[in-house]
């Protein structure tokens, strides 16, 4: 997809992590955040936080919303959009789930529901030194690649 293309999927993003907030399940916390992922395909998947009383087991928004998208048979995300209240951006579990299907150029849209402001990111500027095995799996392996 173009650069070009890519800012283009940046409102829809927005709209679809926000609508995702409104579901969030944050009692705990009182911190709502909706995250949207986009696929190579145009494909938009969108995921809120749920929150455990068990702290341990809350699952944040950018990676329900990932692991939607990867449950659907997508294997690479070109763009990411995060709406919190203030803006945050994605914590350090997701950056590194973010930079196993996304390259470091893929943009990240957070958004501030408080004051509209939007700040972009790119994957490696999240997370310049990413976790990433020497060797890949071989095309072969089918199963551990899930249809790459």
Known sequence: MSERGIESLRTPLLAAAREARRRAYAPYSGYA???AVCDEDGRIFSGANVENASYGLTVCAERVALFRAVSEGARRIVAVAVVTRDGGTPCGACRQVLAEFASEDALVWCASEEN?????????????????????PSAEDELTLGGM
Do not use: C
């Open 33 to 35: 955040v909706g995250a």
């Open 116 to 136: 509209g402001q939007v700040e972009e990111y790119r994957v490696g500027e999240l997370l310049p030194l990413a976790f990433r095995f020497q060797t890949q």
